[in-house]
């Protein structure tokens, strides 16, 4: 979920991968950033407006974020987010016994109460098979789960499906998630792409919807997942996580990819995104990048969030890739020159239950402020012999919001 898996930090730890040609595919998608699809609300624009969709984007090239945002014209920034409460919203076990809510993604409808995809699993037992559910609320904050049955659940050559990202296109609902036949094999990760008439009875539209190269060499030749979908003017663009090999260092780094599609059927080849500032976080301090997109269109500009991965072994978690913050990175256009925040919205440290990885970042603009959710976990500790300890409990989603 999100990534937090064994197999991705084995995969990135190997540093250095060299093989395949040089080619990359790293030139940005087309396209211009506006408003959510007719009759729908995004998650990032249009307030409270209509039914839902699920933020408003566009893409990068290059990753040439500067060091700070305040050239760039936006009044949204990372210190305006505070988390009312300093628990999460939606706990370990709420509604499903063992429920490990992760990956949230909420849209607003248009009698006023908000939609939460969310993926979660029965517990920790191996192997970890997860669903897609859905939870509806009043306020944002106090969720039900509705229907009591997963909305979308692994099939076929899928493992589990996860991280789920639902935006209203050309009469459906477009679900996006990350699946794999193997949690253990994450060259195996890839995207998925199911349609719904009701945004709950989804059926699978194509089960590798994009999927890794195979070339080191290209920003997603080794591992693809965690898709962000938006609805950008009349075209549809999905976002997603991809692990590759830096031709200059020789390392591997994470970026943010981007397809495009006029008609939520056929696609464009994907195209690099977003890279982070290896000012704000360098390689050699273990950052290898960003991770779980999500965007929206606040303020006339495109707003980038993810998360932040560092691979770096953390000997207290003894663990080789953990999501430590979270990110927001700033375009007018949303195809190129994103400025990249200098400080994060929230780190792992600033809340008691997500000290070992916060991630999964989903935001939504409502009428008089931008409201997010977050999954973050303290699983793993230490007990007073020095000991590894295990407490699923630790285990949640969180709320934060920024008055505006």
Not at 304 to 310: M, Q, T
Request: charged share 20%.
């Amino acid at each position: 979920m999100a990534w937090s898996r064994p197999a991705l930090g084995a995969l990135v730890a190997l540093g250095l991968v060299a093989c395949g040609s040089d080619t990359q595919r790293e030139s940005g998608s087309g396209g211009s950033a506006s408003a959510g699809s007719a009759g729908q609300s995004s998650g990032g624009s249009g307030g409270d407006a209509g039914e839902h969709s699920g933020g408003s984007a566009g893409s990068s090239s290059g990753g040439n974020a500067g060091t700070s945002g305040g050239g760039s014209g936006s009044t949204l920034l990372p210190g305006c987010f505070k988390a009312p409460s300093p628990d999460p919203v939606i706990k370990y076990g709420d509604f499903l016994t063992d429920a490990t809510w992760n990956d949230p993604h909420v849209l607003k409808q248009s009698d006023g109460s908000y939609v939460m995809y969310a993926s979660a699993s029965s517990g920790f037992a191996d192997p970890i098979i997860v669903s897609i559910y859905r939870l509806t609320s009043a306020d944002a904050r106090s969720w039900s789960l509705d229907p009591q049955t997963p909305v979308f659940e692994p099939a076929g050559a899928m493992e589990s499906v996860e991280t789920p990202s639902v935006v209203w296109f050309k009469g459906k609902y477009h679900l996006f998630i990350t699946t794999y036949p193997d949690q253990g094999d994450a060259f195996g990760y890839h995207l998925a792409h199911a349609v719904s008439d009701d945004g709950i009875a989804f059926s699978l539209e194509n089960e590798r919807f994009v999927v890794p190269t195979g070339n080191a060499n290209d920003f997603d030749g080794l591992i693809v997942g965690e898709p962000a979908a938006v609805v950008v003017g009349d075209e549809l663009y999905v976002y997603f996580t991809a692990v590759g090999v830096d031709a200059g260092t020789m390392q591997s780094r994470q970026v943010i990819g981007l397809v495009t599609s006029m008609d939520g059927s056929t696609f464009s080849a994907p195209a690099l995104a977003l890279t982070p500032d290896p000012i704000l976080y360098p390689r050699g301090d273990g950052y290898i990048g960003f991770s779980t997109p999500f965007a929206a269109l606040i303020d006339g500009h495109v707003q980038l969030f993810s998360d932040v991965a560092n691979d770096k072994h953390d000997d207290y978690y003894d663990a080789d890739w953990l999501q430590v913050a979270l990110q927001l990175s700033v375009s007018v256009d949303g195809r190129s020159n994103f400025t990249q925040y200098p400080d994060p919205i929230f780190e792992r440290g600033d809340f008691s239950w997500t000290k070992r990885e916060i991630r999964s970042v989903a935001v939504l603009e409502d009428t008089d402020r931008v409201r997010m959710w977050f999954s973050g976990d303290e699983i793993v500790t230490r007990d007073g012999a020095g000991n590894l300890s295990f407490q699923p409990e630790v285990w949640g989603i969180g709320y934060a919001e920024c008055l505006r």
